[in-house]
């Protein structure tokens, strides 16, 4: 099984693929999240992704595709991968075809989680991250079990510095402008399909498990 999760920010790519990599063990590749652990850090990487993240900006494409091609050629034997965040450009998609036909791997389906500004905005500005496992709760959605406190690990939970309302519309901007692009891009490989991201979560979740063959059985 090998996916790319599309979608807008705060349409719910991390909140499903945590549960597809829970229910169904696929290893996870989120830039976002890759990104986010190397700005803690004081080295190149960490200050460039700092100075691209707060701003809303797209970090540039040959940082991030430079980082996607390590972590795929690493699980090569298992060949399966859901990918969070990555490609949201059109270079960065071209550069996937590439690394993965040299890794012999082909895509099986990108799914695209349709959800429009407003519910997009409602999202992020009330959404906390787990500052130890990336975990993602919403206040008023998906709050945790006690205020402030991650359910799985019990780290802390912390607003992302890009889900202050300024950072939201820009994001928002640049995924129109930049990612958008990429539905025909799939659209043409006959490899996109997209999900009304706006149920809920459990709902979403049932109709990917749907479209990816995996309730097939039942
Ligand atoms: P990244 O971390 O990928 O952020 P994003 O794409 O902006 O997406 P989000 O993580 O904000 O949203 P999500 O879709 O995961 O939604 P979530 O499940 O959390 O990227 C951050 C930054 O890193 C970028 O801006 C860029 O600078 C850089 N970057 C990353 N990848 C890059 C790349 N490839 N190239 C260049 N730069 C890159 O859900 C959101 C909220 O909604 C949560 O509170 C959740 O609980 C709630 N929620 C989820 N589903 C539902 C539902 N069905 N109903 C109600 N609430 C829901
Ligand atoms: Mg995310
Ligand atoms: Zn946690």
Do not use: W
Not at 44 to 72: Q, S, W
Not at 114 to 120: G, I, K, Q, R
Request: with cysteine; net charge negative; charged share 30%.
């Amino acid at each position: 099984m090998r996916i790319i999760l599309l979608g807008p920010p705060g349409a719910g790519k991390g909140t499903q693929a945590a549960r597809l990599v829970e229910k169904y063990g696929l290893p996870y590749i989120s830039t976002g999240d890759i990104l986010r652990a190397a700005r803690n850090s004081d080295t190149e990487l960490g200050r460039k992704a700092k100075e691209y993240m707060d701003r809303g900006e797209l970090v540039p494409d040959e940082v991030v595709i430079g980082l996607v091609r390590e972590r795929l050629s690493r699980l090569r034997q298992r060949g399966s991968f859901i990918l969070d965040g990555f490609p949201r450009t059109v270079a960065q998609a071209k550069a996937l075809d590439e690394i993965l036909a040299e890794l012999g791997m082909a895509l099986d389906r990108v799914i695209d989680l349709e959800v429009d500004p407003p519910a997009l905005v409602r999202r992020l500005s009330r959404r906390r991250t787990c500052r130890v496992c990336g975990a993602v709760y919403h206040l008023d959605y998906n709050p945790p079990q006690q205020p402030g406190v991650c359910d799985s690990c019990g780290g802390e939970l912390y607003q992302r510095p890009d889900d202050q309302e300024a950072t939201i519309q820009r994001r928002l901007q640049v995924y129109f402008e930049q990612t958008r692009p990429l539905e025909e891009y799939y659209e043409r490989r006959r490899l996109l399909t997209r999900i009304d991201g706006e149920a809920s979560i459990d709902e979403v979740e049932l109709a990917i498990e749907t479209v990816l063959g995996l309730k097939e059985q039942e």
